[in-house]
């Protein structure tokens, strides 16, 4: 069984907090699975390098996930090994006044990748369904609405060559009080808390649910979703490069086919 079989969301989704320890990808043996992760990394930066040669198709990795969830650790651990020419990390904070004159997806549709990029979406435009839904900033007939846009807006970007990869990186409600309680111990990580995210925190269950709502809806076979246990650091990582790299794989990605002209050419 491929690896993008076991976490494919499909269309039961129940997000539950037991679920976030799963570790089906391990060994035990942690120096070996942090290996196997560094050895699947270097594998994708190897296809990334063809992807950018081509200069053809393009892949999006969209990563959502509650506050510590890893999204940074996740670019370090599983994308360490791409070539900076050739990806591009986007993060998406509160939208600007700016961006709020515009509709929703206006911010987002800027930043797709272009043709032989790898660009990540350290959070996106799934916010526009999450937090606003959760605080009650659009109704439930807005959010519907919300949903089959961003279905048509996705399938466009497939159809036009972009192959999407969606990651819910699936925590614990302990597990994330243990991680803001360690940024708050640590000066050297206060940089990383925010006070907000204790007030988010108290949303804990709507979140869940909306979450689980809007995976539920918008999991396509154009741009599926992936719910990993992240509890495990290490298992969070090995499943998405091993997601990462199998669909990589399955693009049949190649160099360009070598120059005749330059078939014996000397340089002087």
Known sequence: ??????????????????????????????????????????QIGEQQAMLYAVHDR?????????????????????????????????????????????????RVHQQVPIKGELAIFNRSHYEDVLITRVHDWIDAAECKRRYTQINDFERMLSETGTVILKFFLHISKDEQRARLQERIDDPTKHWKFDVQDLEERKRWEDYQKVYGQAIQATDTDHAPWYVIPSNSKTHRNLAIAGIVLETLQDMKLAFPPAKQELVGLKVK
Do not use: C
């Not at 269309?11 to 043996?29: H, R, V």
């Open 58 to 106: 393009k892949v999006l990795v969209v990563l959502q996930g509650m506050d510590t969830s890893g999204k940074d650790g996740t670019v370090v651990g599983v994308f360490g090994g791409v070539n900076p020419q050739g990806m591009r990390i986007v993060s998406y904070k509160a939208p600007s006044q700016r961006e709020l004159q515009h509709d929703y997806l206006w």
């Open 1 to 42: 069984m491929k690896i993008r079989e076991q976490f494919r969301a499909g269309k039961k989704i129940d997000i539950k907090d037991d679920n976030a320890a799963a570790k089906p990808l391990l060994s035990g043996d942690k120096a070996a699975d942090r290996l196997q992760t560094q050895q699947i990394a270097a």
